[in-house]
């Protein structure tokens, strides 16, 4: 059969498309017929956007030989790489800057699927197809017919079709283009990855079905009422039964109810009947406001506990499940999180469905960034070019259009990192128009032109502290604006640090109205040799690297550290205690919620083991209440140990997103302090030809290394000062002067020498004199190692004088030794995850049991990890270690070099060594990857210290 040839300048054309229906609200029909086109798709790709022409749209086109793929999906992510690979750039355009032009080698996917008609679809009425997301670009036929273009990869386009519909052998064509005007728009720090990668569906459209509708819900905190109003294109009736309304649409109603809040997210069940459709409704009764300067809702500020959430998923990459956006929603209601800003656009309908039903604010964003523009000052932006702005007004009315129903909005925001412009100002102003009942969003503009929030990213604390207290000075509208940090704590590698510090800030200051950390998980792509892959690991020409993997969960979705300690610096109970005079002062830390939902429970450890526990009433204190509480007696018969109080608050019944007894405060305070550990030096070091010997070790009698502890073999400690950079070590390119992952390089720290200065045997120790130093500099460490024993026991103490101008801080301070084997860990401190001078909240005091493959934290690109706080004690390989004072411990099966040249955790391979690290000092983690290093009180300095390890055989 013969085809029309159809033009291909659509894919360089600034306007969004043609052919396409109005945006309207996304929903569920409760009765009219949806068939989804999702499943297995033939696939064809080309590697321009001409190589083939259109026949294929064509009735009766063979494509027997085309592969098959699965809609939704990316196709550079299925049929390992036949169909090309994913591409990284952090900001950076993949293509020549010269819009709306796009290069001529762009991966074009021809997807076809051919589909009957269910039995039961009826024979009247019309009928759309919508398209859920597709990127970039794409031109659609159904039945040879072309029913037109589109882009705004992230945002739904419906097409009417019915009259094209037959009951068997519907061939729908849809022609997919990698690159377009529309990639100019959508320069997002992720994958750039082509396809149909959400829902297709058919959806029936009976005569007098529901067409576009807006749910108006709002509450009166004075008067406890809520007033519904329906408008509908399509008159109708609404009910909503527990509240006994039924009122026609355009018609609104107050009756008393219970207000949705993220904390409280109490939904009715409503229906919107036409006359050919019933369609339900999830009401939430809530109203946001700019009120003295603050963001409130249903009267009150709010405190956003967020964090920003790409859609990703380690196989599928955008195309995401059900089940797995709910395990989003679930792991952030589970780890405290009260906010979600959707980075950088709008995510599939179903994940905020899920926002309503379980409690989360919501930014929804805009798909749109243009950052790649910055690299030549901004000029040509398409932002601030008339020509695109139709484009961004269909991008903005595409998202409000469609999640307008949703109560867990309360921003829309116009987009990401795109400068300033006319069109920002235009997207605004037509949102502004149409929904007045929620605020904008856009952190591009510091002058809040746009703007109902003054919101920064990666702010530092000292500024942030500056805008608390509003000497930040700024454009008149600013300076009576709220501010929220729309992204900090960047989460990449081990980190982010000083988190805690924020959130003090945040509380402390009323126009701090909190954040959202970046981001919600890395976005690494399974990979058969490398584990996981970032940047780069494609060949692709121009990459980021692993600035992709920067989330609080793993690409698997496991909790990383910081999701853990995230959880604990924004708990919205306080649990503060007072050892010495048996209270605990409990404060509610919820803006809505009081704390009946909660039961409390304290224990009483004895060295870190639990001998006593019971519940604690508490009363269901209101928001911001505080109340003391007094624990019962301390048990006895703890003399001469160390004692502490842990309360904890737990969930008191099953909620929607969590059990019974699920943790969600807690606080631990001391009771009686921990006696150090004494060796009394009773015992005098001996000497043979080749060996020294003193209490339970021996020694190399011409280097004095230790050799043997007990029957167990070591490889000897050493000072140690090197640790393996984080990316929050190495920080950003932007932030020269602080970067110390380099400048610990540059100074030599990974490549310190130990010269020995003397052996000397005393009376009562043996003492080893060195000093620490790197090639090429005067700087060194005066290191001394002196060891006593009372006949079991052995004790080292390390004296470290630093020698010359310490130009840097240290990356760590303590010995590293070598054991032959170990496998069990056991020991009291800080656990049971890992923690560092700035990430160390949530780690609690207690006994901990794991093993050395479990001390690792994962980080996709290998890095400093799994460091233990606090430890009074480990026992490990055989040995015993009470530390004087309470150390960082770790453990790994290579040595810090090794983990410092690996690029894939897949390039760690065991070696016949434990390495085990007793620290003394760990510098900060920070947020230097994207924001500032460690505050200065996390800086590990190179100063005069002395500590101590006993060392004897495990009991
Ligand atoms: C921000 C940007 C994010 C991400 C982050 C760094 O500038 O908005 O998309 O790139 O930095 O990871």
């Given at each position: 059969?013969?085809?029309?040839?159809?033009?291909?300048?659509?894919?360089?054309?600034?306007?969004?498309?043609?052919?396409?229906?109005?945006?309207?609200?996304?929903?569920?029909?409760?009765?009219?017929?949806?068939?989804?086109?999702?499943?297995?798709?033939?696939?064809?790709?080309?590697?321009?956007?001409?190589?083939?022409?259109?026949?294929?749209?064509?009735?009766?086109?063979?494509a027997?030989?085309?592969?098959?793929?699965?809609?939704p999906?990316?196709?550079?992510?299925?049929?390992?790489?036949?169909?090309?690979s994913p591409?990284?750039?952090?900001?950076?355009?993949?293509?020549?800057?010269?819009?709306?032009?796009?290069?001529?080698?762009?991966?074009?996917?021809?997807?076809?699927?051919?589909?009957?008609?269910?039995?039961?679809?009826?024979?009247?009425?019309?009928?759309?197809?919508?398209?859920?997301?597709?990127?970039?670009?794409?031109?659609?036929?159904?039945?040879?017919t072309?029913?037109?273009?589109?882009?705004?990869?992230?945002?739904?386009?419906?097409?009417?079709v019915?009259?094209?519909?037959?009951?068997?052998g519907?061939?729908l064509?849809?022609?997919?283009?990698?690159?377009?005007?529309?990639?100019?728009?959508?320069?997002?720090?992720?994958?750039?990855?082509?396809?149909?990668?959400?829902?297709?569906?058919?959806?029936?459209?009976?005569?007098?079905?529901?067409?576009?509708?807006?749910?108006?819900?709002?509450?009166?905190?004075?008067?406890?009422?809520?007033?519904?109003?329906?408008?509908?294109?399509?008159d109708?009736?609404?009910?909503?039964?527990?509240?006994?309304?039924?009122?026609?649409?355009?018609?609104?109603?107050?009756?008393?109810?219970?207000?949705?809040s993220?904390?409280?997210?109490?939904?009715?069940?409503g229906?919107?009947?036409t006359?050919?459709?019933?369609?339900?409704?999830?009401?939430?009764?809530?109203?946001?406001?700019?009120?003295?300067?603050?963001?409130?809702?249903?009267?009150?500020?709010?405190?956003f506990?967020?964090?920003?959430?790409?859609?990703?998923?380690?196989?599928?990459?955008?195309a995401l499940?059900?089940?797995?956006?709910?395990?989003?929603?679930?792991?952030?209601?589970?780890?405290?999180?009260?906010?979600?800003?959707?980075?950088?656009?709008?995510?599939?309908?179903?994940?905020?469905?899920?926002?309503?039903?379980?409690?989360?604010?919501?930014?929804?964003?805009?798909?749109?960034?243009?950052?790649?523009f910055?690299?030549?000052?901004?000029?040509?932006?398409?932002?601030?070019?008339?020509?695109?702005?139709?484009?961004?007004?269909?991008?903005?009315?595409?998202?409000?259009?469609?999640?307008?129903?949703?109560?867990?909005?309360?921003?829309?925001?116009?987009?990401n990192?795109?400068?300033?412009?006319?069109?920002?100002?235009?997207?605004?102003?037509?949102?502004?128009?149409?929904?007045?009942?929620?605020?904008?969003?856009?952190?591009?503009?510091?002058?809040?032109?746009?703007?109902?929030?003054?919101?920064?990213?990666?702010?530092?604390?000292?500024?942030?502290?500056?805008?608390?207290?509003?000497?930040?000075?700024g454009?008149?509208?600013?300076?009576?604006?709220?501010?929220?940090?729309?992204e900090?704590?960047?989460?990449?590698?081990?980190?982010?640090?000083?988190?805690?510090?924020?959130?003090?800030?945040?509380?402390?200051?009323?126009?701090?109205?909190?954040?959202?950390?970046?981001?919600?998980?890395?976005?690494?792509?399974?990979?058969?040799?490398?584990?996981?892959?970032?940047?780069?690991?494609?060949?692709?020409?121009?990459?980021?690297?692993?600035f992709?993997?920067?989330?609080l969960?793993?690409?698997?979705?496991?909790?990383?550290?910081?999701?853990?300690?995230?959880?604990?610096?924004?708990?919205?109970?306080?649990?503060?205690?007072?050892?010495?005079?048996?209270?605990?002062?409990?404060?509610?830390?919820?803006?809505?919620?009081?704390?009946?939902?909660?039961?409390?429970e304290?224990?009483f450890?004895?060295?870190?083991?639990?001998?006593?526990?019971?519940?604690?009433?508490?009363?269901?204190?209101?928001?911001?209440?505080?109340?003391?509480?007094?624990l019962?007696?301390?048990?006895?018969?703890?003399?001469?140990?160390?004692?502490?109080?842990?309360?904890?608050?737990?969930?008191?019944?099953?909620?929607?997103?969590?059990?019974?007894?699920?943790?969600?405060?807690?606080?631990?305070?001391?009771?009686?302090?921990?006696?150090?550990?004494?060796?009394?030096?009773?015992?005098?070091?001996?000497?043979?030809?080749?060996?020294?010997?003193l209490?339970?070790?021996?020694?190399?009698a011409?280097?004095?290394?230790?050799?043997?502890?007990g029957?167990?073999?070591?490889?000897?400690?050493?000072?140690?000062?090197?640790?393996?950079?984080?990316?929050n070590?190495?920080?950003?390119?932007?932030?020269?002067?602080?970067?110390?992952?380099?400048?610990?390089?540059?100074?030599?720290?990974?490549?310190?020498?130990?010269?020995?200065?003397?052996?000397?045997?005393?009376?009562?120790?043996?003492?080893?004199?060195?000093?620490?130093?790197?090639?090429?500099?005067?700087?060194?460490?005066?290191?001394?190692?002196?060891?006593?024993?009372?006949?079991?026991?052995?004790?080292?103490?390390?004296?470290?004088?630093?020698?010359?101008?310490?130009?840097?801080?240290?990356?760590?301070?303590?010995?590293?030794?070598?054991?032959?084997?170990?496998d069990a860990v056991?020991?009291?401190?800080?656990?049971?995850?890992?923690?560092?001078?700035?990430?160390?909240?949530?780690?609690?005091?207690?006994?901990?049991?794991?093993?050395?493959?479990?001390?690792?934290?994962?980080?996709?690109?290998?890095?400093?990890?799994?460091?233990?706080?606090?430890?009074?004690?480990?026992?490990?390989?055989?040995?015993?270690?009470?530390?004087?004072?309470?150390?960082?411990?770790?453990?790994?099966r290579?040595?810090?070099?090794?983990?410092?040249?690996?690029?894939?955790?897949?390039?760690?391979?065991?070696?016949?060594?434990?390495?085990?690290?007793?620290?003394?000092?760990?510098?900060?983690?920070?947020?230097?990857?994207?924001?500032?290093?460690?505050?200065?009180q996390?800086?590990?300095?190179?100063?005069?210290?002395?500590?101590?390890?006993?060392?004897?055989?495990?009991?």
């Amino acid at each position: 059969m013969s085809f029309r040839t159809t033009s291909v300048d659509y894919v360089e054309d600034v306007s969004p498309g043609s052919g396409a229906l109005p945006p309207r609200a996304w929903y569920a029909s409760s009765d009219a017929k949806a068939l989804s086109l999702n499943g297995s798709w033939r696939l064809r790709v080309s590697a321009t956007i001409d190589a083939e022409d259109d026949s294929f749209a064509g009735e009766g086109y063979d494509a027997g030989d085309w592969a098959e793929v699965s809609v939704p999906g990316h196709w550079v992510l299925q049929g390992d790489g036949a169909f090309g690979s994913p591409i990284y750039t952090n900001h950076l355009y993949p293509f020549p800057v010269d819009p709306p032009h796009v290069p001529t080698e762009n991966p074009t996917g021809d997807h076809l699927r051919v589909f009957d008609l269910p039995a039961d679809w009826p024979g009247d009425g019309g009928a759309v197809i919508r398209f859920d997301g597709v990127e970039s670009c794409a031109r659609v036929w159904l039945n040879g017919t072309d029913i037109g273009e589109f882009k705004g990869s992230r945002l739904p386009h419906e097409f009417a079709v019915g009259h094209l519909l037959k009951p068997t052998g519907n061939v729908l064509a849809v022609r997919v283009h990698q690159w377009s005007a529309g990639s100019y728009l959508e320069d997002q720090d992720q994958w750039w990855l082509p396809g149909i990668f959400r829902d297709v569906t058919l959806l029936h459209r009976p005569a007098g079905s529901v067409g576009d509708f807006f749910v108006h819900a709002s509450f009166d905190h004075v008067t406890g009422e809520g007033t519904l109003r329906v408008d509908s294109d399509v008159d109708g009736r609404v009910s909503v039964p527990a509240l006994d309304i039924d009122v026609a649409t355009g018609e609104s109603v107050t009756v008393a109810v219970e207000p949705w809040s993220a904390e409280t997210p109490k939904l009715y069940d409503g229906e919107l009947v036409t006359a050919g459709e019933r369609v339900p409704l999830r009401i939430g009764f809530r109203t946001v406001v700019l009120e003295d300067g603050l963001i409130k809702v249903n009267g009150r500020a709010i405190l956003f506990k967020g964090v920003n959430r790409h859609e990703w998923h380690p196989e599928k990459g955008r195309a995401l499940d059900l089940a797995t956006m709910r395990e989003d929603v679930l792991l952030m209601k589970r780890h405290n999180l009260n906010a979600v800003r959707t980075s950088h656009y709008p995510p599939h309908p179903a994940f905020l469905d899920l926002c309503d039903e379980y409690g989360l604010w919501v930014i929804d964003e805009c798909d749109l960034e243009t950052h790649g523009f910055t690299e030549q000052a901004w000029r040509d932006n398409p932002v601030d070019d008339d020509r695109w702005t139709p484009a961004l007004l269909d991008r903005a009315a595409r998202m409000v259009e469609r999640d307008k129903n949703h109560p867990s909005i309360v921003f829309w925001s116009l987009g990401n990192e795109a400068g300033t412009g006319r069109g920002l100002t235009a997207m605004a102003e037509w949102i502004h128009g149409r929904d007045s009942s929620r605020l904008v969003h856009y952190e591009g503009d510091w002058d809040c032109r746009d703007t109902d929030v003054y919101s920064r990213m990666y702010a530092f604390h000292d500024e942030v502290e500056k805008i608390g207290q509003g000497l930040d000075g700024g454009t008149h509208k600013r300076r009576d604006l709220p501010f929220i940090q729309c992204e900090y704590g960047h989460a990449m590698g081990n980190g982010p640090g000083g988190l805690a510090d924020y959130q003090e800030l945040f509380e402390k200051y009323d126009r701090l109205q909190g954040g959202f950390i970046w981001e919600w998980i890395d976005h690494g792509i399974k990979h058969p040799e490398l584990g996981y892959a970032y940047g780069g690991d494609f060949g692709e020409e121009l990459h980021d690297g692993n600035f992709v993997c920067d989330g609080l969960i793993f690409p698997d979705r496991t909790p990383s550290p910081g999701l853990v300690e995230y959880k604990k610096v924004i708990e919205p109970v306080r649990i503060e205690g007072d050892g010495a005079d048996g209270t605990v002062r409990v404060t509610n830390k919820y803006d809505f919620a009081d704390l009946s939902g909660l039961a409390f429970e304290w224990s009483f450890q004895v060295d870190g083991k639990t001998v006593e526990a019971g519940a604690l009433s508490v009363p269901a204190l209101a928001p911001g209440e505080s109340a003391d509480v007094k624990l019962p007696e301390p048990p006895a018969d703890a003399q001469g140990a160390e004692t502490q109080w842990t309360v904890r608050a737990l969930l008191a019944a099953d909620t929607a997103w969590g059990q019974k007894d699920h943790e969600v405060a807690w606080g631990q305070f001391p009771a009686s302090a921990r006696p150090l550990p004494t060796v009394a030096a009773t015992d005098r070091p001996t000497a043979s030809e080749k060996l020294i010997y003193l209490g339970p070790a021996s020694f190399d009698a011409r280097t004095g290394a230790l050799k043997t502890i007990g029957g167990v073999e070591v490889t000897a400690p050493r000072l140690d000062v090197w640790r393996a950079p984080t990316d929050n070590d190495d920080g950003a390119e932007w932030q020269t002067d602080t970067r110390y992952g380099m400048l610990w390089r540059k100074y030599g720290l990974h490549r310190m020498r130990h010269r020995l200065d003397a052996v000397e045997l005393g009376d009562d120790a043996l003492t080893v004199r060195t000093r620490v130093a790197p090639a090429a500099w005067e700087v060194g460490l005066a290191t001394v190692y002196r060891w006593t024993s009372d006949g079991t026991r052995l004790k080292l103490t390390v004296s470290v004088t630093p020698e010359g101008d310490w130009k840097v801080p240290l990356p760590r301070l303590g010995i590293r030794f070598g054991l032959p084997q170990a496998d069990a860990v056991r020991w009291f401190g800080g656990g049971p995850g890992e923690a560092y001078p700035d990430t160390r909240l949530a780690s609690m005091v207690g006994r901990w049991n794991s093993t050395v493959d479990e001390l690792q934290t994962p980080y996709v690109r290998p890095q400093e990890n799994g460091a233990r706080a606090d430890v009074r004690w480990v026992e490990l390989g055989g040995l015993r270690i009470d530390g004087d004072p309470e150390f960082w411990f770790s453990a790994r099966r290579w040595t810090s070099e090794q983990l410092d040249a690996a690029a894939h955790l897949t390039d760690l391979t065991p070696g016949d060594t434990v390495w085990v690290n007793l620290d003394h000092g760990q510098h900060g983690i920070g947020s230097q990857s994207c924001g500032p290093g460690p505050l200065p009180q996390y800086h590990l300095r190179a100063e005069p210290t002395e500590f101590s390890f006993v060392f004897s055989t495990a009991r």
